[in-house]
């Protein structure tokens, strides 16, 4: 009686716990953020979850052209995504504040055509990418710093045509690149590969060309293979 009663609170407690944990993962699996509506309806109808077990894309993946996202501050809650990060065209993003907890991506992190962005620093918590990491005609992408805590990248690193681009501090903490690393056509203020400092380990081939006004190699003295 009392024994049963405690029995089935703590039956409930425990399937209660279990439906809560289940509710963390976002639906639908592969999420894609084409327009602000978009992303606002995400936001009201996701439950507060914190994983995606595929793909988020904020962006055209048709690349049918730039999208009206200006405000990605709701996805606050997401801490992982098993999946690819892709944030793509998306001409009027200034920041990406709202990814300031995702710690783990499982693919590819790829940034591209963004002509608001100036920085990364909502990425400023994210230490694991397990794919590329792709950073590409951000034309007023300043620096990098929201990758700091990025310490290996298991593909290719590729910075290409981010004319705004000062520096690559924000890989100062990358040790290890499995992949190839490009470093092509940033052109007007890329000065220094300094952010290079401690990569000691390339699995690919290595390419720097046409960055200016880069004119040394300095940052790339720990690199042994």
Not at 129 to 156: A, F, P, T
């Amino acid at each position: 009686s009392h024994l049963m009663k405690i029995v089935l609170f703590l039956c409930f407690l425990l399937s209660s716990t279990l439906f809560l944990m289940a509710q963390n993962d976002c639906s639908p699996d592969d999420v894609i953020l084409t327009s602000q509506v978009e992303v606002d309806d995400f936001v009201t109808n996701s439950n507060n979850c914190d994983r995606i077990i595929g793909n988020l894309t904020i962006g055209n993946p048709d690349l049918s052209g730039p999208t009206d996202i200006t405000d990605i501050s709701g996805l606050k809650n997401i801490n992982s995504i098993l999946g690819d990060l892709v944030i793509l065209l998306n001409s009027q993003l200034k920041d990406l504040d709202g990814l300031q907890n995702l710690r783990n991506i499982g693919g590819l992190l790829d940034i591209t055509g963004n002509d608001q962005l100036k920085d990364l620093d909502g990425l400023v918590s994210l230490s694991s990418v397990g794919g590329n990491l792709v950073i590409l005609s951000n034309s007023q992408l300043e620096q990098i710093d929201g990758l700091k805590k990025v310490s290996k990248i298991n593909g290719d690193l590729l910075i290409q045509s981010n004319n705004q681009l000062r520096n690559l501090d924000g890989l100062k903490n990358i040790t290890r690149i499995d992949g190839t690393l490009d470093i092509l056509r940033n052109l007007g203020q890329l000065s220094n590969l300094d952010g290079l400092q401690n990569l000691t380990s390339i699995g690919g081939s290595l390419l720097i060309r046409t960055n200016s006004p880069l004119d040394n190699l300095d940052g790339l003295q720990n690199l042994s293979s």
